[in-house]
């Protein structure tokens, strides 16, 4: 242990986990981060080596014993009804079934759609039927033949602190100063600060605003790899990612008569925004008002504290975009995000500036346990520090609209995360005003050189210092572009014509045509460009059909070949016919090849039957499939003899099995509910 280790333990014993206990049990699972150090704080809560290596062995013998892989369903379901019950680790959701009039659960690893739960469970934690929550389930079998389900949910407890001493948290604070704290953050979120400058260290901590600060506005666009996501999908029990925006989810249910996901969750995340998918036009209406003031109304008066997050993805070169006259840093949000949705956003995090994830930067140090963090953050954010920032900071005269209360609200929140039991520097406060002032610059400019008149023209947002003087903030990336700094405006009718330079993105002036092969030119993707893609399918989205997914990589494809070890179940194999559908409605390609895995050698057999008629059929359709089977293959990938691997976490098993085969969705793949899994597509 460092100096910092030694202070952390002594002022927060058994409160903190040495987090590359965390890097050793996190790869190989997708469990959230804090299901884990939750596990760890159970049986690793020493420092002595030999009780930390015995207490990894238990957690791992957990995870092994409790936790569900997404393909062991049926085993797990086979396990409960020959021990009668048995515990898990999983995510649960309930939904209520109008017809029937009834809650059921379903648990996303176990299988099952149809699983009894008490009222009392449901009643008590409302997030159940929002999003669902990760617990320690106890399962039981019902063997009475009259009942219509096959398990029922005896005990569930959440994984969360059952005790939370908040003056305690902010007692320990005064032992550390302003930068060691910092760097306590930091090693809790994973990462080790000593690798860090100061500048990145702020940019990582912007990333827990929204977690201090009540109805926060925060987006992040970057390139892929950076773990925008990680700390809304793994940091905090109170968090949840969607990648779908509809009025019943997000806001207000009038048929349920029930508030969405606002009213449930400290913070609503849109991952991957560039491909959320908006669902009607009055999302985006409830959407301004609830950015605006934490309520809205849809026939009764809501008031919410969910902070909302937008994360994504840029696909091209910072620079080439703002020296662009015609695109700009939001070019990869939704086409329904007008200007009012942008000009409500507080913060803009240049992710651009943030390395990718390597290991070099995971600390091997202390930090807080992140249940513990999350609790402590979720208690500051109900505390308000406005009044403080409103009083001791005084801002320069381009300050107007919106730009008031999103820097004031950043300041806040500097000051909840860094001084939740203090006050900061002068020098400090201003080092807070200057980061909060270039995050919000960062919007206007954007909004500056979209609307081409003077409503967004005054974006050299300025703070006063102790000597009185005025202190313009600028944005790195910008700060000497023309293009970003005086964008053109548009011509009065009837003056005279100004000469545009329209020179395409990336495209350098030139009189001779014969270079324009060699000059860029980017703009929005094309819904069938062939490119590198990652991506998360979310528990319950829809729209993502087989073509949407493997369509655009199949042109010029002549040979796929499968790699699935579980391709042997008959719904599996149904997938398997819906796949090679595709293949046969493109017409170029002539080979499809299986490596397949089986449980026995009656189910291998079972499944040798079915391979032979697909095989028959698809040979009258001009394809020749061949399949070998493999008892260690293990990943699943589709490879395409043009180069594109596409490798999708649960293979062609993406889908939900429809509550009844007459409802929508049961034929048509477009249409049916997902279940969670990662989409990777690149080239060999």
């Known amino acids: ?19 590359d206990l965390l890097h050793r049990i996190k790869k190989g699972t997708n469990v959230p981060s804090f299901v884990l150090e939750f596990l760890l704080a159970k049986y690793c809560a020493s420092d002595d080596p030999d009780e ?7 957690v791992f013998e957990t995870l092994e014993k409790n936790y569900v892989r997404p393909d062991e369903s049926n085993k797990a379901q086979s396990t409960v009804q020959q021990k009668g019950k048995h515990k898990f680790i999983d995510k649960v959701h309930v939904t209520y079934k109008e017809r029937e009039k009834r809650h059921w ?52 407890k959440p994984i969360q602190l059952s005790r939370f001493n908040l003056d305690e948290f902010l007692d320990g604070r005064k032992h550390f100063t302003r930068d060691e704290w910092l760097d306590v953050l930091m090693r809790s979120t994973g990462l080790e600060p000593g690798k860090m400058t100061s500048r990145l260290k702020m940019h990582y901590l912007a990333r827990l605003f929204c977690f201090v600060e009540a109805n926060y506005n925060f987006i992040e666009l970057g390139p892929r790899g950076t773990g925008k996501s990680y700390a809304f999908s793994e940091f905090s029990p109170y968090s949840t990612l969607v990648s779908q925006a509809s ?31 908006v669902k009607d036009k009055e999302t985006i209406d409830i959407l301004k008002s609830y950015m605006a003031s934490g309520r809205f109304s849809r026939g009764v008066e809501v008031v919410a504290n969910a902070s909302l997050a937008f994360v994504g993805n840029i696909d091209y070169s910072i620079e080439q975009l703002v020296n662009s006259e ?25 992710g651009w500036e943030i390395p990718k994830n390597i290991s070099a930067y995971l600390t091997e140090n202390y930090g807080f346990i992140t249940d513990y963090l999350s609790e402590a953050f979720h208690l500051i954010a109900k505390q308000s520090r406005y009044d403080y920032v409103t009083k001791h900071c005084q801002f320069g005269p381009s300050i107007e609209g919106r730009d008031e209360m999103a820097v004031k609200r950043t300041i806040a929140a500097f000051l909840k995360l860094l001084h939740p039991a203090g006050e900061p520097s002068r020098e400090e406060l201003e080092d807070y005003m200057a980061y909060a002032l270039e995050g919000r610059r960062r919007i206007k400019e954007q909004l500056n050189k979209r609307k081409h008149d003077d409503e967004y023209a005054r974006i050299n947002l300025s703070y006063i210092d102790t000597n009185e003087n005025e202190i313009i903030v600028w944005c790195p990336e910008s700060k000497d572009v023309t293009a970003t700094q005086q964008p ?3 011509r009065l009718p009837g003056s005279p014509e100004v000469k545009v330079d329209e020179t395409p993105v990336g495209k350098k002036p030139s009189d001779q045509e014969e270079d324009s092969e060699e000059l860029i030119v980017i703009g929005p993707a094309e819904e069938d460009e062939q490119k590198e893609d990652h991506y998360t399918i979310f528990y319950g989205d829809t729209g993502h059909s087989y073509e949407s997914i ?41 080979e499809l090849n299986l490596i397949a895995g089986f449980d026995n050698d009656s189910q291998k057999a079972e499944v040798q039957e079915k391979f032979d008629m697909l095989h028959e059929s698809l040979q009258q359709n001009g394809i020749e499939f061949q399949w070998t089977f493999s008892p260690v293959i293990h990943d699943r990938a589709v490879k395409l003899d043009n180069g594109w691997v596409i490798k999708i976490g649960r293979g062609l098993d993406i889908y939900q099995r429809p509550d009844n085969w007459f409802s929508v969705g049961s034929s048509d793949f477009e249409l049916r509910p997902c279940l969670e899994t990662t989409v990777d597509i690149f080239r060999s």
């Not at 242990?1 to 987090?19: F, I, Q």
């Not at 008490?118 to 106890?138: H, M, Q, S, T």
């Open 247 to 277: 009025t019943p989810t997000l806001f207000f249910n009038n048929a349920r008569r029930k508030v969405g996901l606002v009213g449930y969750w400290d913070i609503v995340a849109f991952d991957e925004v560039g491909r959320v998918k």
């Open 105 to 156: 659960a379903e648990m996303e690893n176990f299988g099952s759609r149809r699983i009894a739960i008490p009222e009392k469970f449901y009643r008590d934690n409302d997030r159940l039927l929002e999003g669902g929550i990760w617990a320690e389930v106890i399962v039981g079998h019902s063997d009475i033949e009259d009942e219509d389900y096959a398990f029922y949910i005896e005990d569930l």
């Open 326 to 350: 015609q695109y700009d840093l939001f070019i990869p949000l939704p086409k329904e995000f007008d200007l009012a949705i942008m000009d409500r956003f507080f913060t803009f995090l240049p």
């Open 1 to 19: 242990m460092d100096e910092l280790d030694r202070k952390l333990n002594d002022a927060y014993s058994g409160r903190v986990v040495r987090k």
């Open 488 to 490: 053109i405006r548009k």
């Open 550 to 590: 493997f369509g655009r990589y199949l042109r010029d494809c002549k040979s796929v070949s499968i790699e699935d070890p579980y391709i042997r179940l008959p719904h599996q194999i149904l997938n398997l016919v819906r796949f090679s559908e595709l293949l046969v409605k493109f017409g170029n390609v002539r």
């Open 52 to 58: 930390i290596e015995a207490g990894i062995q238990a």
